[in-house]
């Protein structure tokens, strides 16, 4: 095979692999294009400008698709398997050409394409025009992009790789054996894009990192003396036998808080679910009204960033529908058990029995709306009942009793009778430092009940 038959057919690579990248752009632009039919259809509004750009540039990467594919024939007769005897006859002049360009499609910043010499100005034209475009979109709406959605899920966690290559067959025979029944459930209900034996591995790389750090504070507070800890007068074994559960303890007690924050997590997606779950459905009865697909309400919801918690949830639905190939009803009823939300689980179950006994959408989802606002309702003023008790004790410990507490320290450091061996300005200060931890704790206490209402 001559030298340039090599070149023809490396042509040929870089045309076909152009044309999957164009048909890749094309697939999202029209599953995008087909939403937005279907609501300008339903009665739904719709951004006009939006949709002639995307038309425009479905237009654009069909034209464009159409001059590679004219140039595939005349690259194909430049093939010569054989090299050719040498002749004084002039060289037949190549009717494609081949050049570079910067190709945004293709996620390159140069890319080499082979067309007709006829249609190189009109490919370059067309080129131009859709790269602008495709760039507004992207800009707009980040899911059109697929090479950063494809690189988004192929990055590896180095910790979990990691993990695995030390822990994987431990953690393999343990989740065999029943040590982690529902590790599996709780990662995808929390979220967690880890494998039940995976998640174990890494919880026990972690213990195994704490317990090498703990082993050096143990050796840091046998060799320096501080007198809250230790006396000079001790010896190295007397301060091993006060110290030496640090590095015991330690691994021991990370161990079970990874174990255990999965479903910490879970739990703190349902509430934040269920702070979004009234004002979401009461938004998907508003789209149900215009008798739209139901599928589309789903895809309607997630193109907006009001509900962050509700809205991945919503993904799973449609990633079984696009990805898997389940009906809307199937693909409910599966994330009805994969879901964190008890009520966002009911919420599913009962939109997908609707379809199936073919009941009214609307009204299905306008009750449950009003079910789930006056849930809101009762959760929020017990929230406010609990807080004005919450202030009550906070006065009378933080305000009141640091008060009283102060007058008899001041009583017992004027009585030598009563005396505690400490001076009014070391009693001051524990004063301070204890009404500060009190705070302290109020604040992260009154956080956590904000956040689970």
Not at 336 to 346: H, P
Request: charge should be positive; hydrophobic fraction near 45%; proline fraction near 3%.
């Amino acid at each position: 095979m001559n030298e340039y038959s090599m070149k023809d057919i490396k042509a040929i690579k870089e045309n076909i692999e152009h044309e999957q990248d164009i048909v890749k752009e094309m697939s999202t632009i029209l599953g995008h294009l087909k939403t937005v039919n279907d609501l300008e259809k339903s009665g739904y509004k719709i951004n006009k400008e939006e949709k002639k750009l995307l038309e425009y540039t479905l237009s654009s990467l069909e034209n464009q698709l159409r001059i590679i594919n004219n140039s595939l024939p005349e690259i194909v007769k430049e093939l010569s398997l054989f090299k050719e005897a040498p002749s004084k006859k002039k060289t037949k002049e190549k009717k494609v050409v081949s050049f570079k360009y910067n190709a945004p499609i293709m996620h390159k910043k140069e890319a080499t394409i082979t067309v007709k010499k006829s249609q190189k100005s009109k490919f370059i034209k067309e080129l131009s025009l859709t790269d602008s475009t495709i760039d507004k979109l992207k800009k707009k709406y980040s899911f059109l992009d697929i090479h950063k959605r494809e690189e988004q899920y192929k990055k590896p966690s180095t910790y979990a790789k990691l993990s695995n290559k030390l822990f994987s067959e431990v953690s393999r025979k343990l989740v065999k054996k029943g040590y982690f029944v529902n590790m599996n459930r709780e990662l995808r209900k929390a979220n967690l894009p880890f494998l039940s034996h995976t998640y174990v591995s890494m919880s026990f790389l972690t213990s195994l990192i704490s317990f090498f750090v703990a082993f050096l504070i143990l050796i840091f507070l046998l060799f320096f003396t501080f007198p809250s800890l230790a006396t000079p007068s001790e010896s190295i074994i007397i301060r091993f036998l006060k110290f030496f559960w640090i590095p015991i303890i330690t691994p021991i007690a990370l161990f079970f808080i990874m174990v255990y924050y999965p479903s910490a997590e879970k739990k703190a997606i349902a509430r934040k679910i269920n702070q979004e779950l009234p004002f979401i459905t009461i938004h998907m009865a508003a789209i149900a009204g215009s008798n739209i697909e139901p599928t589309n309400i789903f895809t309607i919801i997630i193109s907006g960033k009001e509900y962050p918690f509700t809205r991945r949830e919503i993904k799973k639905v449609l990633n079984q529908i696009n990805l898997y190939g389940y009906d809307l009803v199937s693909a409910l009823r599966a994330s009805a058990g994969l879901t964190s939300s008890e009520k966002l689980s009911e919420l599913f179950s009962g939109f997908a029995t609707t379809i199936t006994s073919g009941g009214d959408l609307e009204a299905f989802l306008s009750k449950r709306a009003d079910s789930l606002i006056f849930d809101f309702k009762t959760e929020s003023e017990k929230a406010t009942r609990m807080a004005e008790t919450f202030m009550d004790i906070y006065i009378s410990v933080v305000i009141a009793a640091p008060m009283i507490l102060t007058l008899l320290l001041v009583m017992m450091s004027i009585s030598p009778a009563l005396s505690i061996g400490l001076s009014l300005q070391a009693t001051n200060i524990l004063m301070l430092m204890a009404i500060a931890l009190i705070n302290i704790v109020f604040l992260v206490f009154l956080h956590l009940r904000q956040t689970s209402v």
